[in-house]
C-alpha cells in the first residue's frame, strides 16, 4: 500500500513539474508590421487599397504565368476587393483576408497594417492594384513570413485580364474614372510592359520605371 501511495505522490509530482515546461513553449500566433510604400513618380500611379491574404502552403491565390481568377482580375482592373474577401475567405487553406485600411496609397507614400499568422498559415499573399492602368497590379504571392521580417521591392504585373488599350473610357484611376468597363483579353499573368503612348495616356505623366512598391515587413 505504501508503494503504492508513493508511486502516486512521485506520479503527481512528475506531472506538476511538465505543465509549466509545457506553457513556457513559444506560441505559433504571431503579428507582423507591413508597411507599404508606393515608388512610382509622383502622379502617376496611386496604389489601390491592398488585399491581404493569410494562407498556409496549401492555398494559391495568384502567380506570373497563371490565369488571373475572377477575383484576382476585379482587384486588377477596377481596385475592387469585394469578390476576393468573399471567395478567398472560403478558400480552404486561408485563414484570414481583409483590405488595408485608408484608402489608396499615393506616390511616394507609405501606409502601415497589421498581419497576424499562426502555425501552418504563415504565407502571405498580397495585391493592389496601379489604378491608372487596365489591369496592372503589384504584390506578394505567397510570401513564407519568418524570422523577424524582410523587406523586399516588388514590380508590376499585368493581370492578362484586360488589354492595355490605355484608353480613358476602361481605365477607373483618378486619370479617367471609368470603372467596371472591360476590354477582355484572356492571357496569363505576367510582367507589365508599363505605359507605352498606345492609348491616350502619356507615359512622361502615369509611366515608371523598375520597381513599383516596397514592402517592409517587421516581426512584432
Same mark, same amino acid.
Given at each position: 500500500?505504501?508503494?503504492?501511495?508513493? $508511486?502516486?505522490?512521485?506520479? /503527481?509530482?512528475? @506531472?506538476?513539474?511538465? !505543465? &509549466?515546461?509545457? #506553457? *513556457?513553449?513559444?506560441?505559433s500566433? %504571431?503579428?507582423?508590421?507591413v508597411?507599404?510604400?508606393?515608388?512610382?513618380?509622383?502622379?502617376?500611379?496611386?496604389?489601390?487599397?491592398?488585399?491581404?491574404?493569410?494562407?498556409?502552403?496549401?492555398?494559391?491565390?495568384?502567380?506570373?504565368?497563371?490565369?488571373?481568377?475572377?477575383?484576382?482580375?476585379?482587384?486588377?482592373?477596377d481596385?475592387?476587393?469585394?469578390?476576393?474577401?468573399?471567395a478567398f475567405?472560403?478558400?480552404? $487553406?486561408?485563414?484570414?483576408? /481583409?483590405?488595408? @485600411?485608408?484608402?489608396? !496609397? &499615393?506616390?511616394? #507614400? *507609405?501606409?502601415?497594417?497589421?498581419? %497576424?499568422?499562426s502555425?501552418?498559415?504563415?504565407?502571405?499573399?498580397?495585391?493592389?492594384?496601379?489604378?491608372?492602368?487596365?489591369?496592372?497590379?503589384?504584390?506578394?504571392?505567397?510570401?513564407?513570413?519568418?524570422?523577424?521580417?524582410?523587406?523586399?521591392?516588388?514590380?508590376?504585373?499585368?493581370?492578362?485580364?484586360?488589354?492595355n488599350?490605355?484608353?480613358?473610357?476602361?481605365?477607373?484611376?483618378?486619370?479617367?474614372?471609368?470603372?467596371?468597363?472591360?476590354?477582355?483579353e484572356?492571357?496569363?499573368?505576367?510582367m507589365?510592359?508599363?505605359?507605352?503612348?498606345?492609348?491616350?495616356?502619356?507615359?512622361?505623366?502615369?509611366?515608371?520605371?523598375?520597381?513599383?512598391?516596397?514592402?517592409?515587413?517587421?516581426?512584432?
Open positions: 500500500m505504501r508503494r503504492l501511495v508513493f $508511486g502516486a505522490l512521485v506520479a /503527481f509530482a512528475v @506531472a506538476a513539474f511538465m !505543465i &509549466p515546461a509545457a #506553457a *513556457s513553449q513559444p506560441s500566433h %504571431r503579428t507582423w508590421d508597411t507599404i510604400t508606393n515608388l512610382t513618380p509622383p502622379g502617376s500611379q496611386p496604389l489601390s487599397p491592398p488585399l491581404f491574404v493569410v494562407h498556409s502552403n496549401g492555398a494559391q491565390i495568384w502567380s506570373p504565368g497563371q490565369i488571373a481568377t475572377h477575383p484576382v482580375a476585379a482587384i486588377a482592373e481596385a475592387n476587393n469585394a469578390p476576393a474577401e468573399s475567405s472560403q478558400l480552404q $487553406g486561408v485563414s484570414d483576408v /481583409f483590405t488595408g @485600411a485608408g484608402g489608396a !496609397i &499615393p506616390p511616394g #507614400a *507609405s501606409k502601415t497594417y497589421t498581419v %497576424r499568422t502555425g501552418k498559415f504563415d504565407r502571405l499573399s498580397l495585391l493592389s492594384m496601379l489604378v491608372n492602368t487596365n489591369d496592372g497590379f503589384t504584390g506578394l504571392d505567397s510570401l513564407h513570413l519568418r524570422g523577424n521580417g524582410t523587406t523586399l521591392e516588388t514590380m508590376a504585373y499585368d493581370a492578362g485580364s484586360e488589354r488599350n490605355e484608353l480613358t473610357g476602361f481605365i477607373p484611376g483618378p486619370c479617367c474614372n471609368h470603372p467596371f468597363v472591360r476590354d477582355p484572356g492571357d496569363l499573368i505576367r507589365h510592359e508599363g505605359i507605352t503612348g498606345r492609348g491616350d495616356l502619356d507615359p512622361a505623366v502615369y509611366g515608371w520605371h523598375g520597381p513599383v512598391a516596397k514592402i517592409e515587413i517587421e516581426r512584432n
